[in-house]
T-cell receptor
């Protein structure tokens, strides 16, 4: 079956702009989680959506937001970009069980100048 | 705040050597997972352990979950260049949310 798709793969923005990243999960998966990966902080959980509802949220400022559509596709938005937002943003798709297998996409590399 | 500390952070070894990576926390997890990530790709799940004291083997990789479910280890026997990558542990407290460890970057030299 097709894997998790993330678009775009690379993005360059300037401070103050906003950005929207997209994630298409594996067919049949209802949960999408988003993570930020940086060399200094590692992989940090942003939020998880299940059946169009945010079910969990990490410790990120309100500039980071997301949503999930009825077909389980998800988007995350970062407003008023800061230099520190430069990172690899990963989404993970799963069935949404308590003990689950997350399938990660290749990520979107965001560079903020 | 739940934290997962991994050690060592970096490891460079010769092909054929054995190694152990540790994942430690002061918090109890209901399950713990190990992933491997290669450059330009997302992490790929290797194993999930859920019972304290559980040991799982995946070919040359042996995973152990601590009795108190606060720590885990990954042992690789006779490492090969194909084992090179970033190894990540991730713990869940049953809230559909995973806390990832700090990562161990392994390089196996031929």
């Amino acid at each position: 079956k097709a894997g998790v798709t993330q678009t775009p793969r690379y993005l360059i923005k300037t401070r103050g702009q906003q950005v929207t990243l997209s994630c298409s999960p594996i067919s049949g998966h209802r949960s999408v989680s988003w993570y930020q990966q940086t060399p200094g902080q590692g992989l940090q959980f942003l939020f998880e959506y299940f059946s169009e509802t945010q079910r969990n949220k990490g410790n990120f400022p309100g500039r980071f937001s997301g949503r999930q559509f009825s077909n389980s596709r998800s988007e995350m938005n970062v407003s008023t970009l800061e230099l520190g937002d430069s990172a690899l943003y990963l989404c993970a798709s799963s069935l949404g069980l308590v003990i689950d297998t997350q399938y990660f996409g290749p990520g979107t590399r965001l560079t903020v100048l | 705040t739940q934290l997962l500390e991994q050690s060592p952070q970096f490891l460079s070894i010769q092909e054929g050597e054995n190694l152990t990576v540790y994942c430690n926390s002061s918090s109890v997890f209901s399950s713990l997972q190990w992933y491997r990530q290669e450059p330009g790709e997302g992490p790929v799940l290797l194993v999930t352990v859920v019972t304290g004291g559980e040991v799982k083997k995946l070919k040359r990789l042996t995973f152990q979950f601590g009795d108190a479910r606060k720590d885990s280890s990954l042992h690789i026997t006779a490492a090969q260049p194909g084992d090179t990558g970033l190894y990540l542990c991730a713990g869940s407290s049953g809230t559909y949310k995973y806390i990832f460890g700090t990562g161990t970057r392994l390089k196996v030299l031929a």
